[in-house]
């Protein structure tokens, strides 16, 4: 994902952030730390949701400017929820996705913001999506984005394997996110994790003090 | 890179030098360094087998990343004077005096330059050491430090994978890895990985070519 630009120029209020989503066997977790801010020096939330849920089984996760990014997940929304009444069945996450690559792409020139989407259904199980900044759609067994996300490529890549078991996965998820957290300045707070299977969906929060930490700390 | 307070970013576009990625780590009794080996002129790579670590004395080193002219030529200018300098002292110059004469040079011409370094050595006094001198010229020591443009996508890996009281052959496979995940996903980084180690014995190199670099599951 096209995340090593520092979201400083957007303006307002940014998330510069980490956010990632991995597959595992069975489901895929979506997470993301829980700071936004104004610039690089002021933290305007230290608590703040970027995972959205956008419809039973598929979340979103934003990057970039929050203003945008909560117009487009909100809009998102409603198409979803009238596309799955149409079509009498829960939506595809591919067509969640491509809902938000839709406006993305069409409105290129005024968003800024990235997006992943990930969730599960009955047609592909487990999948991840990820929207860019222009409105490129693309899946992934797992990806990252946002501010923080540039720290960690060496981790994810050494460390991620496909079919991992949920343990596993929740391991990885955590340390990848508190690794970026201690090194990006406008990532931090908790971190916040979503578990989609078929059966439920299971959000779990890993306060600052139960963050896993590394030799110099 | 360490900066402190607002990025000095007026004709600086990147905090982070470009066109590298650089790594030394202490152990017990020496240390390693590493460095990939492309030199980039815009797209083209200029030189694909570069070697990117210098020697400044027998037993102290420097990792170059930045403008290879820059480093280049404040490289020439310390080993003169490091070696002028243990000259008159009639033995062996500490690594902190060759990391001290980075920093001078580094910071008194910072406007003109665009230098990051790690130096790293083994001296009698405190044995193995690594000290960074990035952009800006400040110096630190640190247990492991890395550097240049590729070195932002392993922060999480070094965080991560180091532990404090690695061998020499940890520290090597620590490092190769490093770097290989490194160049990876650095379109600055790439060719192959160089090696040495440091210590009282010396200094061993190694290089790495492009087929026998670590391979993880999904590059």
Known sequence: MDSHHSYSQVKGVSTGTTILAVKFNGGVIIGSDSRASM????????????????????????????????????????????????????????AAASIMRELCYNNKEELQAGFITAGWDRKKGPQIYVVSLGGMLLSQPYTIGGSGSTYIYGYVDAKFKPDMSLEEATQFSTNALALAMGRDNVSGGVVHLVVITEAEVKHVVVPGNKLPKFHDE | SLQFGTPR???????IPVGTSIMAVEFEGGVVIGADSRTTTGAYIANRVTDKLTPIHERIFCCRSGSAADTQAIADAVTYQLGFHSIELDEAPLVQTAASLFREMCYRYREELMAGIIVAGWDPRRGGQVYTVPVGGMMTRQPVSVGGSGSSYIYGYVDSNYRAGMSKEECL???????????????????????????????????????????????
Do not use: W
């Open chain 1, 39 to 94: 610039g690089e020096s002021y933290v305007s939330s230290k608590t703040i949701n970027k995972l959205i849920q956008v419809h039973d089984r598929i979340f979103c996760c934003i990057a970039g400017s929050l203003a945008d990014a909560q117009a487009v997940t909100k809009m998102a929304k409603f198409q979803l929820s009238f596309h799955s009444i149409q079509m009498e069945s829960p939506p595809l996450v591919k």
């Open chain 2, 173 to 219: 496979k620590f490092t190769a890895e490093a770097l290989t995940l490194a160049m990876e996903r650095d379109g600055s980084s790439g060719g192959v990985v160089r090696l040495a180690v440091v210590s009282e014995q010396g200094v061993e190199r190694q290089v790495i070519l492009g087929n026998q670099l670590p391979k993880f599951s999904t590059v």
């Open chain 2, 9 to 15: 970013s007026v004709f600086i576009t990147s905090l």
